[in-house]
């Protein structure tokens, strides 16, 4: 198969994929009733073959099949931070979680040298809240930064597969 076809139809299958990813955006939960996991593997599957058809020596083209294998790298990357953000959103900021007990945070004036295991108590508590706090946030922006690069990779090299194809 000529390289220009297997390149067009790397690029379909990679417009179809967007696709399905944006369907996995729009809600988790959808996502996995809608069986789009599914067609996303095979999509997956059938970029692995046209790899191997670039590959293959009637075609010879390894530069082309190590950047369909970069898109295929970033895209598992995508799919993971994007599960993680959703993972995130599901859980939900710990500010903003129900307390289980209830405790509140004793005020610092009421908290002079003696205070109450009570008081006590919610002083941790409220310590506890704020580093989990600052955990989800760092986990957040992590989350975002991979998935926007991953993204502006992918938009890379289906920038040069496209180059590639429209050449000669």
């Known amino acids: ?21 944006t369907e996995l955006q729009r809600g988790f939960a959808d996502y996995l009733r809608s069986n789009a996991e599914l067609a996303y ?20 083209r390894e530069d082309l099949a190590v950047l369909l294998q970069a898109v295929q790298s970033h895209e598992k990357k995508k799919l993971q931070m994007t599960a993680t953000l959703q993972i995130l959103k599901r859980a939900g900021h710990p500010s ?5 007990d209830q405790r509140r945070v ?24 704020c580093q989990a706090e600052a955990e989800y946030l760092a986990a957040h922006k992590e989350a ?25």
């Open 41 to 60: 593997k095979e999509l997956c599957g059938r970029v692995l073959e046209i790899e191997a058809a670039l590959r293959d020596p009637a075609c010879s």
């Open 106 to 129: 004793a005020p610092p004036e009421a908290c002079n040298l003696c205070c109450t295991p009570a008081e006590l108590d919610g002083a941790i508590s409220g310590l506890e809240e």
């Open 1 to 21: 198969m000529a390289e220009k076809e297997l390149l067009r139809r790397f690029l379909e299958i990679q417009e179809r994929r967007a696709t399905i990813y």
């Open 96 to 100: 903003e979680r129900q307390a289980t």
């Open 144 to 168: 975002v930064t991979s998935l926007q690069e991953a993204v502006l990779a992918i938009n890379e090299l289906v920038e040069t597969v496209r180059s590639e194809r429209d050449e000669e």
